[in-house]
T-cell receptor
Framework: KAGVTQTPRYLIKTRGQQVTLSCSPISGHRSVSWYQQTPGQGLQFLFEYFSETQRNKGNFPGRFSGRQFSNSRSEMNVSTLELGDSALYLC????????????FGPGTRLTVL | AQSVTQLGSHVSVSEGALVLLRCNYSSSVPPYLFWYVQYPNQGLQLLLKYTTGATLVKGINGFEAEFKKSETSFHLTKPSAHMSDAAEYFCAVILYSSASKIIFGSGTRLSIRP
């Protein structure tokens, strides 16, 4: 069974632009979560989607948003990029909402210049 | 509030030596505990987890961890280090079974000396 896939793997943007990252969960998994990983802040939870609805949200500004499609694929969007948004963005999937075990994708490395 | 503390941001051991990565948690109720490994340019891979039951948990790649409630610890060990174990290791905690409430430690980079 294929793992979690994320596209693109690497992205370079400039301040003020917006970006969309994509995540395809493991087949059959219906819950998708997003995380931001930076050297300074470590791993931080962004949000979780299940059945096309955002179920939980971390402590990030409204510039960070996401959505989930009927096939469980998810996208996250960051608008008005700031230098501090440079990070590795990880997507994780689990079978159902509330599952304690998540399976992570390789991440998208976003660099904001 | 929950928190996770990993002692030592960098640990270096010789190949064949014991690996010990320390993790202490703070939680008002018994949490679910996890160890994840991250290889360069990759996502996180679950090594092992403790939810309920036996306090000694065995994971992949020869790693194991023991949940010690009295010490609020969940240290990760491996009897004999291999060069392929070089990676970053994250301890994590959640309350109940909600993955969205997961709190990660700051990570420990493990280096293996030949």
């Amino acid at each position: 069974k294929a793992g979690v896939t994320q596209t693109p793997r690497y992205l370079i943007k400039t301040r003020g632009q917006q970006v969309t990252l994509s995540c395809s969960p493991i087949s059959g998994h219906r819950s998708v979560s997003w995380y931001q990983q930076t050297p300074g802040q470590g791993l931080q939870f962004l949000f979780e989607y299940f059945s096309e609805t955002q179920r939980n949200k971390g402590n990030f500004p409204g510039r960070f948003s996401g959505r989930q499609f009927s096939n469980s694929r998810s996208e996250m969007n960051v608008s008005t990029l700031e230098l501090g948004d440079s990070a590795l963005y990880l997507c994780a999937s689990s079978l159902e909402l509330g599952e304690d075990t998540q399976y992570f994708g390789p991440g998208t490395r976003l660099t904001v210049l | 509030a929950q928190s996770v503390t990993q002692l030592g941001s960098h640990v270096s051991v010789s190949e064949g030596a014991l690996v010990l990565l320390r993790c202490n948690y703070s939680s008002s109720v018994p949490p679910y505990l996890f160890w994840y490994v991250q290889y360069p340019n990759q996502g996180l891979q679950l090594l092992l987890k403790y939810t309920t039951g036996a306090t000694l948990v065995k994971g992949i790649n020869g790693f194991e961890a023991e949940f010690k409630k009295s010490e609020t610890s969940f240290h990760l060990t491996k009897p004999s280090a291999h060069m392929s174990d070089a990676a970053e290791y994250f301890c994590a905690v959640i309350l109940y079974s909600s993955a969205s409430k997961i709190i990660f430690g700051s990570g420990t980079r493990l280096s293996i000396r030949p």
